[in-house]
Structures are given as C-alpha cells and as structure tokens.
C-alpha cells in the first residue's frame, strides 16, 4: 500500500506547517502536528497512478482522516489544558471597558494567585468558561486552514513556474497559501471566535449568556445578522503582520540552528523535530508580544455593545486612543503574562497527545517508525 514509503520522514516537512495558519498570534500547532496528512495529500496523484484503483485512494483517505482526527483531538486537549491561562488573558484585555469588570477581574500579582482568586470568585468551573466554543472553533477552523492551504499550495505549483532559486520560489509559495489559508479559515469560523471572546469574558454568576446556541441567539437578536462578524476586520488585519512577523522569525531561527549545528541534528544538517516545534514556539512568542496590542483591539471591538460592554467605538483608531487615554501604554499588553505561560505547555501537550493518540487509533507513519 502507498501508505508506507521507503523515503524517511524527515522534520523538514514541518517548515510548511510551523509558521502558517497562525490565529490571534498564537502558534497553531495543529498545522505543525498534522503536516504528515499534507505530505499525504500530495502524494496521493502519484499513489493512484501507481496501484490505479479506487480501494488504494480510499485506504489513503481514511488514514488521512485518521491523523486529521488526531491532530484535532490533540489540539483540543492542549486548548482545554491552557484554557484557564486563555481565559485569564481575555480577562485582563477587556477590563478596562467598563467599572463592573474591573471588579471582577483578579486583582492578585502573579498568574497562578490570579487563577486561584478567580476560582475562588466565580467557581472552579468559571476557569474552563468559553473553552467549549474553543474546541467546536478549532474544527472548521483547522479544516477550512489545511484545505485552503493544500489546495493553493497545489494550484501555485502548476501555475507559477520555478524561477530562480527553488528555496525562494518555495519560501514564497508556503507564505503566499499559508496567508490565504489563515484569512479564509479566520473569516468562515469567525462568529464562533466572537461567541468565545463574549463567553470568555462574563463575570460573576452564570452571565447573560447561557451556551453557545444562546449567544448567536442573543447576537442576532440584539445586533443583527451583522452582529456575528463584529471585530471581523481587526481580526484580519491582525492576521497578516502575525503571519510576516512568525514566519520571518522561525525561518531565521531556524536558519541560525543549522548553521550553528556541527552537521545539524538532523538528516542533512534538518532541525530535529524537538528543535523545529522549540523554534515554532519562540516565533509564536515573538509574533504574540509583537502583534499582542491588535488582539486586545480586536477583543474589545468584539465585545462592543455586548452585555460585557455598552460601549460604542468608532473606528479601529478609536479604540487605540481610548487605551492609550485611559490605560497608557502598558494596557495595550495587558494579559500578556497568562499568554506567555500557556505556550510551551500547549505545545508540550499537544505534542505528547498527537502521539499517543497516534498509537491508540494504530495509525503507522515513517514519523513513528524511525
């Protein structure tokens, strides 16, 4: 079967997927986790040619959407790992929006105190809030990524010839798929990342939201159909400096681990696979703390005329000037600390989990054989 190549799989594959796909800053680790199915998808034309029947592509989808499952599955335990760290960021980006916030948002110097004087607040339970829509988020969000970018991907290589330098005609290829893939992915899962960002952001008792359902509900209701795309734009905009800012980042650290290795650690001088997700997180954490000031712009515009916040802005710009008015410049980084803490255990996690579960399902890839 097509499924088990003699040719080593090696971390370099891992360069397409460390860097794309990036939402809200953060690194996505699904794209890093499931850049086999990638490899898989592109061979697939060859592995029908080869065994010319229709049972070899079906053997090939199926174990395609074996690591799919995975990698979502993955993805979404490391989500609900780091969920009370996503939460308590949230938290702190929004308080300044109105008095009753404030009240409610931990007070206590350092992450792990915030976290236990929010328990003791609003409930152990209170941590996890939003984490649901987080984890319903992540499914059309990470197939609308990996399918958008699989077949740009594809269709750049039969239009645009290679010219010049195969490592500059490539770098701009996965760049130009992964910049389309993240802004079509963030657009068609956006009204489920507002839901979040409004669930996440109640205070005290139950809200005035009761679930997802309820929150579109509301949404529609109060605000209108329009309403579900609020903070669209911030979002977007967001999106291609955090893409620039992470791929630059982990390209250059990433050159800087080769050339600094005697004959690289990996097949031909590669980055180990350890070494490719250690770069990814630090380009994770670079992008965040760069681009960390749209994304509190984008929660805030998100949540105007919400329950959690009557106020109205303006314009994108309007909301820039009221932090800077009223919070200075340290509000445009408030809840960076909780966001800085939940990376490396995020992608420890998801990591740890995308193998196991690996083994569990008995999904065999040259990745596990090595």
């Given at each position: 079967?097509?499924?088990?190549?003699?040719?080593?799989?090696?971390?370099?594959?891992?360069?397409?997927?460390?860097?794309?796909?990036?939402?809200?800053?953060?690194?996505?680790?699904?794209?890093?986790?499931?850049?086999?199915?990638?490899?898989?998808?592109?061979?697939?034309?060859?592995?029908?040619?080869?065994?010319?029947?229709?049972?070899?592509?079906?053997?090939?989808?199926?174990?395609?959407?074996?690591?799919?499952?995975?990698?979502?599955?993955?993805?979404?335990?490391?989500?609900?790992?780091?969920?009370?760290?996503?939460?308590?960021?949230?938290?702190?980006?929004?308080?300044?929006?109105?008095?009753?916030?404030?009240?409610?948002?931990?007070?206590?110097?350092?992450?792990?105190?915030?976290?236990?004087?929010?328990?003791?607040?609003?409930?152990?339970?209170?941590?996890?809030?939003?984490?649901?829509?987080?984890?319903?988020?992540?499914?059309?969000?990470?197939?609308?990524?990996?399918?958008?970018?699989?077949?740009?991907?594809?269709?750049?290589?039969?239009?645009?010839?290679?010219?010049?330098?195969?490592?500059?005609?490539?770098?701009?290829?996965?760049?130009?798929?992964?910049?389309?893939?993240?802004?079509?992915?963030?657009?068609?899962?956006?009204?489920?990342?507002?839901?979040?960002?409004?669930?996440?952001?109640?205070?005290?008792?139950?809200?005035?939201?009761?679930?997802?359902?309820?929150?579109?509900?509301?949404?529609?209701?109060?605000?209108?159909?329009?309403?579900?795309?609020?903070?669209?734009?911030?979002?977007?905009?967001?999106?291609?400096?955090?893409?620039?800012?992470?791929?630059?980042?982990?390209?250059?650290?990433?050159?800087?681990w080769v050339r600094g290795?005697?004959?690289?650690?990996?097949?031909?001088?590669?980055?180990?696979?350890?070494?490719?997700?250690?770069?990814?997180?630090?380009a994770g954490l670079i992008?965040?703390?760069?681009?960390?000031?749209?994304?509190?712009?984008?929660?805030?515009?998100?949540?105007?005329?919400?329950?959690?916040?009557?106020?109205?802005?303006?314009?994108?710009?309007?909301?820039?000037?009221s932090v800077w008015r009223?919070?200075?410049?340290?509000?445009?980084?408030?809840?960076?600390?909780?966001?800085?803490?939940?990376?490396?255990?995020?992608?420890?996690?998801?990591?740890?989990?995308?193998?196991?579960?690996?083994?569990?399902?008995?999904?065999?890839?040259?990745?596990?054989?090595?």
């Amino acid at each position: 079967m097509a499924l088990h190549h003699t040719q080593e799989w090696v971390p370099e594959d891992l360069d397409e997927a460390a860097v794309t796909g990036n939402e809200a800053a953060e690194p996505d680790m699904e794209r890093v986790l499931v850049v086999e199915e990638e490899a898989r998808l592109r061979q697939m034309g060859e592995s029908s040619e080869e065994e010319a029947g229709p049972s070899a592509r079906w053997d090939e989808l199926v174990e395609v959407g074996k690591l799919l499952t995975c990698g979502g599955l993955a993805g979404a335990i490391s989500k609900s790992a780091t969920a009370p760290l996503a939460r308590l960021t949230i938290l702190y980006q929004v308080k300044g929006l109105n008095a009753a916030t404030r009240a409610h948002v931990p007070e206590a110097k350092g992450v792990l105190r915030a976290l236990r004087e929010l328990a003791a607040r609003e409930g152990l339970k209170s941590l996890w809030r939003g984490n649901g829509v987080t984890i319903v988020h992540r499914l059309p969000y990470s197939a609308a990524n990996f399918w958008v970018y699989e077949a740009v991907n594809e269709q750049w290589k039969r239009v645009i010839p290679a010219r010049g330098s195969f490592a500059a005609t490539d770098v701009t290829r996965r760049f130009v798929a992964g910049g389309i893939a993240g802004l079509t992915a963030c657009s068609l899962a956006y009204p489920l990342d507002l839901v979040r960002t409004r669930l996440a952001a109640q205070v005290g008792g139950a809200g005035a939201y009761r679930g997802i359902g309820d929150t579109l509900r509301c949404i529609v209701r109060e605000e209108g159909p329009r309403g579900l795309y609020r903070g669209l734009g911030a979002t977007l905009a967001q999106v291609a400096p955090s893409l620039a800012i992470n791929y630059a980042a982990y390209e250059t650290m990433r050159s800087a681990w080769v050339r600094g290795a005697a004959a690289g650690d990996g097949p031909e001088g590669i980055p180990s696979v350890p070494a490719t997700l250690a770069c990814g997180s630090a380009a994770g954490l670079i992008s965040s703390t760069a681009t960390f000031p749209l994304d509190l712009v984008r929660r805030r515009l998100q949540l105007q005329g919400s329950h959690v916040s009557r106020e109205v802005y303006t314009s994108y710009g309007a909301v820039f000037r009221s932090v800077w008015r009223q919070e200075g410049w340290r509000g445009f980084y408030a809840g960076i600390l909780p966001e800085y803490y939940k990376v490396i255990p995020g992608v420890a996690i998801a990591f740890c989990s995308y193998e196991f579960l690996k083994r569990a399902m008995g999904v065999q890839t040259n990745a596990t054989q090595r």
